[in-house]
């Protein structure tokens, strides 16, 4: 059984840093690429950024590019999210999600994720 679970999340002042983190168990971690993506209330669940499954390949919304950073470890089966300088507009909940097949770059679409973890809420006060 896949598991994907989420956690990092909290309450942060704008400009300020979170590391999110998305541990998986049940299947081979390192075969499989992992995306992030977000909902903010009455919105639709958005692409953030994604991992492909080598770790080399990462691709990101424009809106967070050049304050997100995607990275994998391997060993820990974990793939992390680190945000820096926090806008008032990154307030949502954040999933972690993954392909059903291996050796690709992440699902791009919340349509194409085929596991999903619970979620882990993010607040930035302005």
């Known amino acids: 059984q896949v598991q994907l679970v989420e956690s990092g999340g909290g309450l942060v002042q704008a400009g300020g840093s979170l590391r999110l983190s998305c541990t998986v168990s049940g299947r081979t971690f390192s075969r499989y690429a992992i995306s992030w993506f977000r909902q903010a209330p009455q919105k639709e669940r958005a692409f953030v950024a994604a991992?492909?499954?080598?770790?080399?390949?990462?691709t990101y919304a424009d809106s967070v590019k050049g304050r997100f950073t995607i990275s994998r470890d391997n060993v820990k089966n974990t793939v992390y999210l680190q945000m820096n300088s926090l806008k008032a507009e990154d307030t949502a909940a954040y999933f972690c999600?993954?392909?059903?097949?291996?050796?690709?770059?992440?699902?791009?679409?919340?349509?194409?994720?085929?596991?999903w973890g619970q979620g882990t809420q993010v607040t930035v006060s302005s």
């Open positions: 999600a993954s392909d059903q097949r291996p050796y690709g770059l992440g699902p791009p679409t919340s349509h194409e994720a085929a596991y």
């Open positions: 991992v492909s499954w080598t770790g080399k390949i990462t």
